[in-house]
């Protein structure tokens, strides 16, 4: 078979690492002391990871760096510096989530492959083919896609198409949850996930269960398919997880991707005892194959936490050296000659010179015995000779340090095709210069600040997002509001069409197009298209997916990002700059000072609402009971009784869970307006009318007349403003 596909292993530490290589893997992915998704694992320090990537290189494999968490904007300034050395060293490429580091990285570190993390969120060709657009080389798309999904994405864009093969699954689509972060405080997109989902959580009116727990992924049975289907890259998750693990599940799926290439499909059976062995490998939940053949299904989630048990770290030291050849010259009275051959290098060195025997002359065994010592190095020879010219003698040490001496040769001429030198557009760059820039933007930004505040109204601009037709028609009924946003799971009825007409007569009007916009969700929009673009004045996106589809369109309105398109720094701001997108919606988790330090005077602050906690493919109601395709909302509780609503987007068959109390900062007023957002959004989802009515009123009190509000009697919760995320 042609098809060749990469074995991309975890590398949580330095043994797992070895392990990896080892067992067969292609290239490893890693952390390093800062901005990776897997705070916890053992991350390599500076020198740790340096010493690894020459350890790959040697052995021919790459090593991917994780940089894979959202940066405030004080954390971006370090960027440069941590993986500079990385850079000059070799590093193949980084793992990316934050826009604003792909801007950053694009701009400072040219030429570094970048691979977009499936903390993205990217589901479909067209999310793809932006970020080709943006110069990512590689796509790890969302674990949610199906076969012909992931094969679309690879005809269409031609990028490297990275996917999930082995371990531990999250219930909600990477990247889209805020679970951890809004009820603990520690944040899935900073690396830090408590696993909420992982804790029991009943349907109001039923049993406790794990509900949202998932199994891991095994995809062993599937790398046929998943080979024919354009990946080009089997990810193994497991960076927290021991040495032992990632050797045993790494040789597995080398050996059965090699056994798929030698024989094809029909040559391809997985050994009952090999299949026993790499599940038994780490037991947790019991094992699913995952979305590749599925939208969803209770059978992949794991009601009931098994008993616990210890994983014990029994794992050997892994060694399998590079194979190399060579041969020893030993003539008199000139220097010893040393040749090692490895692949197309050839290395030549000299040594001490050779003396005549006094008593007795070297034994070309025992000589070739002593060279063959490699000890801990990367290499071990396969064939070596030993020549010979007269009765020759040499002292040991002299043999021993030329062996050293050859296997560096060696080694630095193999390092050395990694080595990057600095290219003319980071010359003189270092932190201090990116700080120069900084300083340069935020004077730049102050100008035209003061350009713009003749024009720029003396309060900020309010606006709604409404959901239900009941709360539309109670938004009409209100004074104060500059914008409504309709957030409609079914895009256009009847009824909306008609209400939008009205809303023009009073204000803006925006359609929030979906948290998920899969290949079958563009095609049913299609019909939309042309009243979108003729009847609103603009739209909200939420992936990139929409994006593109509205350029392809050539959509003239004004298009806004949500909250989950994080702009977390300067650089994500100018990211979405660049793509046209001139206001953005401020990331829930940045506190009132990183929020002033990033400057959101282009920015829409949520400042009411339940907040989305998590987007998934898998359907609580399906999982619990049938799926009735009905939509509309259902409630669950988590074991201290918080109730979370849960919204069924059947139309594109997906859910979102929000927060059990709503965001009120209607008494933080002033700190708010110190803030200078442009506009203030409250997010209606289970209110009434009514309800609404009351909520606007209170907040144009605030924030429009000037009234001092106290916080409600009713739960309610201050989100990140206050608190921010570590």
């Not at 320090?45 to 052995?59: F, G, P, R, T």
């Not at 090699?258 to 790499?278: I, M, P, T």
Request: proline share 3%; glycine share 8%.
């Amino acid at each position: 078979m042609d098809r060749q596909v990469e074995i991309l292993a975890p590398a949580g530490s330095k043994e797992s690492l070895k392990a990896a290589v080892c067992a067969g893997a292609d290239a490893v992915y890693t952390g390093g002391a800062m901005f990776g998704a897997r705070a916890y694992a053992k991350n390599l320090a500076e020198e740790e990871l340096l010493d690894s990537i020459d350890y790959v290189h040697v052995h021919g494999r790459k090593l991917y760096l994780t940089v894979n968490t959202l940066l405030k904007d004080r954390e971006i300034d370090c960027l440069y510096e941590y993986l500079y050395p990385y850079y000059m060293r070799g590093l193949d490429g980084v793992i990316v989530q934050d826009i604003g580091v792909i801007e950053f990285l694009k701009r400072y570190l040219p030429g570094l492959a970048l691979h977009a993390s499936t903390q993205m969120t990217i589901t479909g060709a067209d999310g793809a083919a932006f970020l080709k657009e943006q110069g990512i080389t590689r796509v790890v798309p969302a674990r949610e896609l199906s076969l012909s999904e992931i094969r679309r994405m690879k005809e269409e864009t031609g990028l490297e198409i990275e996917c999930f093969v082995h371990g531990a699954l999250c219930y909600c689509y990477s990247g889209q949850c805020l679970l951890s972060s809004m009820i603990g405080g520690r944040s899935g997109n900073r690396g830090q996930c408590a696993q909420p989902c992982r804790l029991p959580y009943h349907v109001e009116g039923g049993k406790a269960a794990d509900l949202m727990s998932l199994k891991d992924l095994c995809t062993i049975d599937l790398l046929p398919e998943l080979m024919e289907n354009g990946i080009d890259s089997f990810k193994i998750e497991g960076r927290m997880k021991q040495p032992d693990y990632v050797y045993t599940v790494t040789r597995m799926y080398r050996k059965y991707a090699d056994l798929y290439l030698e024989k094809g499909a029909k040559g391809y059976k997985v050994a009952e005892a090999d299949r026993a062995e790499l599940l038994s490998a780490y037991r947790r939940r019991g094992y699913t194959d995952g979305y590749y053949r599925r939208h969803n299904g209770k059978e992949m989630i794991s009601f009931r936490r098994p008993d616990e048990f210890a994983e014990e770290d029994q794992s050997p030291e892994y060694k399998m050296q590079e194979k190399i050849n060579g041969y020893l010259i030993l003539s008199l009275g000139k220097r010893a000659k040393l040749v090692l051959e490895y692949q197309e290098l050839r290395i030549e060195c000299e040594g001490e010179t050779v003396q005549t025997a006094l008593r007795q002359p070297l034994d070309r065994v025992r000589t070739e015995k002593q060279m063959r010592k490699t000890g801990n190095t990367e290499f071990q020879f396969e064939r070596f000779r030993v020549e010979t010219d007269g009765d020759v003698f040499l002292p040991i040490q002299a043999l021993n340090e030329l062996r050293r001496k050859g296997i560096q040769e060696l080694t630095e001429s193999i390092l050395s095709k990694y080595r990057r030198k600095e290219p003319e557009a980071v010359k003189d760059m270092s932190a201090d210069r990116i700080c120069e820039d900084r300083g340069e933007s935020q004077v730049q930004e102050s100008r035209g600040n003061e350009k713009e505040s003749q024009d720029r109204p003396k309060k900020e601009a309010l606006s709604l997002m409404v959901q239900s037709g009941e709360q539309l028609r109670a938004a009409l009924t209100c004074a104060y509001v500059d914008i409504i946003y309709i957030d409609g799971p079914s895009g256009f009825g009847k009824d909306t069409a008609e209400l939008i007409g009205r809303i023009r007569k009073k204000c803006k009007c925006f359609l929030a197009m979906p948290y998920i916009f899969r290949s079958s969700d563009a095609g049913r929009w299609e019909k939309y298209y042309a009243y979108l673009e003729e009847s609103c004045d603009g739209v909200l996106i939420r992936n990139w997916e929409s994006f593109r589809w509205l350029k392809r369109h050539g959509y003239k309105g004004e298009i806004r990002s949500d909250a989950n398109l994080y702009v977390f720094n300067r650089y994500g701001k100018t990211f979405i700059e660049k793509q046209g997108i001139g206001i953005f919606t401020v990331p829930a988790e940045l506190n009132a000072g990183e929020l002033k330090t990033l400057g959101i005077r282009e920015g829409v602050l949520p400042v009411y609402g339940y907040q989305p906690v998590m987007v998934t493919a898998n359907c609580i109601r399906k999982t619990t009971g049938k799926c009735s395709k009905e939509g509309g909302y259902l409630y669950l509780r988590d074991r201290y009784q918080k109730r979370f609503a849960v919204q069924m987007c059947c139309c594109g068959c997906y859910n979102i869970i929000y927060n059990s109390a709503p965001l009120f900062l209607a008494d933080k007023a002033e700190e708010v307006r110190r803030l200078e957002p442009r506009e203030l959004r409250l997010d209606f989802t289970i209110e009434t009318g009514e309800e609404l009515r009351q909520v606007i009123e209170l907040y144009a009190d605030a924030f429009i007349c000037g009234k001092t509000r106290t916080a409600p009697k009713t739960e309610y919760t201050r989100g990140h403003f206050k608190r921010g995320v570590r």
